[in-house]
Structure formats: C-alpha cells, structure tokens
C-alpha cells in the first residue's frame, strides 16, 4: 500500500522520489534506515536502469526478498504504464478521427525545455574534469551525427572503458573476496538472446519491440532523462514508429503523470503498435513496460549482494565517470535534434527559453508547467 501511494504521488524525478520514499518508508514506516535507503540509491545510480524504481525494487529484494521485489516493481510501475497506455490510445483516437493535435503546441517545446535543463543538470552533477567534459563533447558530436540506436552502446561501452584508465587517482581501498551469483546475470542475458532469436524468427512486432526495450533498458545509465534520447533515435528517427510531435507529446506527458520517468517506454510501445489496433496499444504498452523495467530488476538482484566489495575496485569507480559523460552527450544530441526544427519560429522557440527560465529559477512543479502549457495551447 505504500508503493502504490507513492506510484500515484511522485512526480518529477528521481531527486523527488527520493525524497518522497524518505518521508514515507523511513521516517513514517521505518522499514529501513536512511543510511541503508541513501546507500541503495547510491547502487542504483550506478547500475543501467531507472534509478527510482530500481530503488524501491531493492527495498523490497532488502525486507522480503525477491517475490517481495517482484510485486514493489509491479506496484510501483503499474498506475504510470496504465495513464501512459490511456495517453497513447487518445492521441491515436485524435489523430485517427483528424482532430488537430495542436492544443499540443505549446508542450512540445517545453518537454525540450525539459530535456536540455535535465542534460545541463545531470552534466553538471557528475562531471567535474576536463576527462569528463571531453567525452560528452564528443559524445554529443558523434549521437548527433549517427543518430543510430547501435552509437548508445558504442559510446556509453567505450566511455567506460576509456575512463577505467584513470583508475590510479581514485583512492585505494581495502578489498575482500567477492562471492559473485551469477544467476540473474545468467537470466538477463538468456532473456535478450530468445528474444532476439524469437523476434528475428517470427518477425513478430510485439516480441521484437519487447527485445528492443530490453536491450535499451540494459544499457541506460542515468535515469529517464537519458532514455529519452534513446528511443528517440531508434523508434523515431531509424525506425519511425512515431513522429516527432507523438514522442514530444508523449514527453511531455511523463512530466505530468506520477511514477516513473521510465514510463516513456510504455507510451512509445503502445504508439508503435497503433496500427493493430486498441488491442495492439495496450499489448505494445505492456511489452514496452516490461522490457525496459525487468533488466534493471535482474542487475539489482545481481550486484545487491556485493556491491560492498565491487564499489572498492579503482576501476570500476574511474569508469563511472565515462558512462555518465557518455550518456549527458547523448541526451544533449537528442535535445539539438528536437530543438532545430523549432530555431525558424518564434513561438516554440520563445516557450523553449521561457519554460528553461522557469525550471532555473523557480521552483514551479513540473506537471504544473506542462498543464499550463496544455491550457494555453487550448486558448490561444
């Protein structure tokens, strides 16, 4: 029950939720103490993944075990993949019937306003040396000029890599064995192989839109704001299963729906399966969901029992800084791919500037912003 009050509660990012489940799970219930929910954050931060719902996943692995695990991640993502699902039907619903779109015209330009504040953001938080500066450089350069889904794991791999060789700055740290279970790793990866295989075989949409989500689910680091990017690339520009104002649409949407941000996934899922379909949008929803979610589930199953010992190793924290570089360049190539078309007029392009205003200098809720937006698209 305290799950599903959150799930219908938290908006906004990660920052908020954590904050949120520290009033809710600690000091209300004292399920854990705020030391152990900091230092789960803390794990889930550095693993591919949405870091919110991760968090609540790890809680519940930490009281009950994985069953327990199981049904916090059902819960807590539940109520966002149905309001996503809904959003998805009634913009097809729209569109089919040749009602106008452009009471959307205002939050368009401000889920862009949301990205670029979110990349500067993140940048800012984990970058701190000209290393780091030069790898989202180049990311950004590289994402934006090879907008192919195959450049996420190429930069975000090699990022981490590169990085790794710095390992002598990081202080030394005592170490002790680490006893590795390999099962949900195991899992993960059978998983994407049969789903893979399954989608190449059948061509099967549903399985190879679950596969694709899979795989972008395992390679995310950095939360919803860098997801974002991501499918933008493959589901839009590659592939296109949506078109820009759907997916801009469908961003702004995850600002005002509760949960997590992650829930993106579910709107382009149903979208992409449209044309089967209000049958197919829900299927599309609920594959969507599923892929993206579970393999952030099976890396928390796999590194909870020892990240003690692993966040010890120079390597693995020198390398952190890389992927995080690597993945505020994409972010930041996703939001110059959505901002140029707008550069030629001067309403999306006076509402980017203004909504970035806002988010820096007020403390105005994100749903707030985007239900204006929403009113001043239907008045004017």
């Not at 089919?96 to 959307?104: D, V």
């Not at 500066?133 to 180049?138: A, K, R, T, V």
């Not at 020198?318 to 360049?329: D, K, N, Q, R």
Request: glycine share 8%; net charge positive.
């Amino acid at each position: 029950m305290d799950i599903l009050l959150l799930s219908l509660t938290a908006f906004g990012g990660p920052q908020v939720h954590l904050m949120m489940m520290i009033e809710r799970l600690v000091r209300q219930r004292r399920y854990i103490t705020e030391e152990e929910l900091l230092e789960l954050q803390a794990l889930c931060s550095v693993l591919p993944g949405p870091s919110s719902t991760q968090t609540v996943t790890a809680i519940g692995l930490k009281i009950g075990g994985q069953p327990l695990a199981y049904l916090t991640l059902i819960v807590w993502s539940l109520p966002a993949m149905i309001l996503m699902t809904m959003a998805a039907i009634g913009i097809h619903y729209l569109e089919r019937h040749s009602i106008s779109l452009q009471f959307t015209k205002f939050v368009g330009p401000m889920a862009v306003a949301f990205l670029m504040y979110g990349a500067s953001s993140i940048a800012r938080k984990v970058i701190h040396n000209t290393q780091g500066w030069s790898f989202l450089i180049i990311s950004t350069i590289l994402a934006y000029m090879y907008p192919s889904p195959y450049m996420t794991p190429v930069l975000i791999i090699t990022g981490g890599i590169a990085a790794s060789l710095n390992f002598k700055k990081h202080e030394v740290m005592e170490k002790s064995p680490i006893h590795i279970l390999w099962r949900p790793i195991i899992f993960w990866i059978s998983v994407l192989i049969v789903a893979a295989v399954v989608g190449k075989l059948t061509n099967s949409l549903p399985v190879r839109l679950f596969e694709n989500f899979y795989r972008n689910g395992s390679l995310v680091f950095g939360g919803g704001q860098v997801l974002i990017p991501i499918l933008y690339n493959e589901f839009v520009e590659f592939k296109h299963y949506l078109t820009d104002q759907e997916f801009l649409a469908g961003m702004a949407l995850t600002q005002v729906v509760p949960g997590p941000v992650f829930s993106i996934a579910t709107f382009v899922g149903s979208i992409s399966l449209q044309s089967a379909g209000i049958t197919g949008q829900i299927i599309g929803g609920f594959v969507a969901t599923a892929g993206i979610f579970l393999p952030g589930t099976f890396f928390i199953f796999f590194a909870y029992p020892f990240w003690d010992q692993l966040k010890r190793y120079r390597g693995i924290r020198a390398s952190l800084e890389g992927i995080h570089a690597a993945s505020c360049g994409l972010t930041i190539a996703a939001a110059i791919s959505l901002f140029q078309p707008m550069m030629n007029n001067w309403q999306p392009l006076f509402t980017v500037i203004c909504t970035i205003l806002v988010l820096t200098f007020s403390k105005v809720p994100s749903y707030v912003i985007i239900i204006a937006g929403l009113v001043l698209g239907l008045v004017f």
